[in-house]
C-alpha cells in the first residue's frame, strides 16, 4: 500500500468530501471563468457566478460527488446564475455591451468577436458557447439549457447565422455546420484562453458555502421561535371573554283563548239557566209524560 493511499484511508469522511471538492475546484474553476466571462462580459460578475456555482455545489456535495459530472453541475449553476433575469433590473448586473476590462495583449478580432458574442440573445449565446466553445454535443447542449434538442438546434443555427452577419471576416459563410462549428470553437478557445482569472481560494468558498448554510438555519429557527412566541404572547395578553349563549325560553303550550268575563258572560249563563227551566216545565205539563 502506497503512502498516499494510506493517508486517504486514514482521513475522515468531511475531510475526504473536502479534499475532492478542492481539486474539482482546482481543475475548473479557472476555465469557468474565462467561460462565464464571454457569457457576460464581466469580470466580477464571472468570478462571483462561479463562486456561487461552487457554493452551492459544496452545499449540495453529497450529490454533486455522484453526479457523472460534477464539473457540468457547477458550470451549470454558474451559468444559471450569472443569466438569472432579475439581473436585468439592476445596470450592474446586466450582460455588458461591451466587454469590460479585455485583457490588453487581445487581437481587435478577438474583441470584435466578444463583443457581437455579447450582443447574441442570452439563450443563443448559451447554446453556442456550450456547443461551440466547451465542445459539448447537441443533446448535451439541449440538456443543459432545459430545451429540446430542436430548439437546441434553432439556437445554435441563428446565433451562428447572427455572427456571420456581423463578422464577415470569421468566414463561416459556405460552410456546412460541423466546419462553421470547428471555426468558431477554435476562436472561441484562443479568446478564452486569452483571459487572465484568479479565481477564490476553494478553502474559502467552503467556509463561505458554509456560513451561509448556519445563517439560513438560523433564521429559519429564528422565524419558528419568533411565530411562538408571538402565540404564546397573544395567549397571554388576550382576555378570555367566553360568553355563553343567550338563554332561549323554554318551550310552552299554546295559551288557550279565555273568554272575557264581566256583563257579557253573565248575560250568557243568565239566558242558558232560562232555557234549562222552560224545559223542564214543558217536561211536566206533557200529557205522555204523565
Avoid at 55 to 63: D, L, V, Y
Avoid at 183 to 206: D, G, K, S, Y
Wanted: hydrophobic share 40%.
Amino acid at each position: 500500500m502506497s503512502r498516499h493511499e494510506s493517508a486517504r484511508r486514514e482521513m475522515t469522511g468531511s475531510e475526504q468530501a473536502a479534499a475532492a471538492f478542492d481539486d474539482l475546484h482546482t481543475r475548473h474553476a479557472a476555465a469557468l471563468m474565462r467561460q462565464t466571462y464571454l457569457l457576460t462580459g464581466r469580470p466580477w460578475l464571472a468570478r462571483r457566478a462561479v463562486q456561487q456555482g461552487f457554493r452551492r455545489a459544496w452545499q449540495h456535495w453529497p450529490q454533486v460527488a455522484v453526479d457523472p459530472d460534477p464539473a457540468g453541475w457547477v458550470r451549470a449553476a454558474a451559468y444559471e446564475y450569472a443569466l438569472t433575469p432579475w439581473h436585468r433590473l439592476c445596470p450592474g448586473l446586466r450582460t455588458a455591451r461591451k466587454p469590460k476590462r479585455f485583457h490588453e495583449t487581445g487581437e481587435p478580432a478577438d474583441r470584435a468577436l466578444l463583443a457581437a458574442l455579447l450582443r447574441l440573445p442570452a439563450p443563443y449565446r448559451q447554446a453556442l458557447l456550450l456547443h461551440d466553445g466547451v465542445g459539448l454535443g447537441l443533446y448535451e447542449t439541449a440538456a443543459e439549457i432545459e430545451a429540446s434538442t430542436p430548439a437546441a438546434a434553432g439556437r445554435l443555427t441563428h446565433a451562428r447565422e447572427r455572427l456571420a452577419e456581423r463578422l464577415p471576416e470569421l468566414g463561416l459563410d459556405g460552410h456546412p455546420p460541423v466546419r462553421q462549428g470547428e471555426i468558431l470553437r477554435a476562436r472561441l478557445t484562443a479568446l478564452t484562453a486569452a483571459q487572465q482569472v484568479t479565481p477564490t481560494a476553494a478553502e474559502r468558498v467552503r467556509s463561505d458555502a458554509e456560513r451561509s448554510d448556519l445563517r439560513t438555519t438560523r433564521a429559519a429557527v429564528g422565524l419558528a421561535g419568533g411565530v411562538a412566541l408571538v402565540a404564546v404572547v397573544m395567549m397571554l395578553v388576550t382576555p378570555d371573554h367566553h360568553t355563553p349563549p343567550p338563554d332561549r325560553p323554554l318551550a310552552t303550550a299554546p295559551h288557550a283563548v279565555v273568554p272575557r268575563t264581566g256583563h257579557r258572560g253573565a248575560e250568557v249563563r243568565k239566558q242558558g239557566n232560562a232555557a234549562v227551566r222552560k224545559r223542564l216545565r214543558g217536561a211536566r205539563l206533557a200529557p205522555e209524560v204523565r
